[in-house]
């Protein structure tokens, strides 16, 4: 079975030659709307997602514009407002080391160095320097984690696990 990753949602047309506003959700948008990739429609009542091949990308404003081949006018595109654009898992580029995925973190069992078990990841956050996983212990309590070098010790996406150091005060 197809995994699928949300890159955009499509919230409006842009003039009348079947461009679409895109608001982006990928952290790689230059790479991922490149002319010649493909991105996979969901539309809210279809049973599978249709496939589009982008023919142009620009940015405007904070949106990404695209248009898609064999989709040259408003009336083409004018159905797909709210509609969510999306990957799979083959079309995912491999990371530098030490970069994960979203997918590959959440889930994941955190332990401290001293192999105390604290939860697992449930989400996460991207306030700004750093991002920060949200860690729901078996007691419920939800714990912040900042993925730093001084915290996050070990990532093992295999076997999902994640050790981290428990600096003063981080889980208190």
Request: aromatic fraction near 10%; hydrophobic fraction near 35%; proline fraction near 5%.
């Amino acid at each position: 079975m197809k995994r699928w990753f949300h890159v955009g949602k499509i919230v409006n047309t842009h003039g009348l030659k079947g461009e679409v506003r895109v608001i982006s959700k990928t952290d790689f948008p230059e790479e991922r709307y490149q002319p010649g990739n493909n991105l996979y429609l969901f539309l809210p009542d279809a049973k599978q997602p249709q496939k589009l091949t982008i023919k142009t990308h620009r940015k405007h404003k904070q949106f990404e514009l695209l248009c898609f081949d064999g989709y040259d006018h408003i009336n083409d595109v004018e159905s797909w407002k709210g509609a969510s654009l999306k990957v799979n898992e083959d079309q995912l580029a491999p990371l530098p080391d030490k970069e994960y995925y979203f997918h590959e973190i959440i889930g994941c069992t955190v332990y401290t160095t001293d192999n105390k078990k604290l939860g697992i990841v449930q989400g996460i956050l991207t306030p700004g320097a750093n991002d920060v996983w949200i860690v729901k212990g078996e007691d419920r309590k939800e714990l912040l984690i900042p993925y730093i070098e001084d915290v996050v010790r070990t990532v093992d996406v295999e076997t999902k696990t994640i050790c981290i150091y428990p600096m003063e005060g981080l889980l208190s």
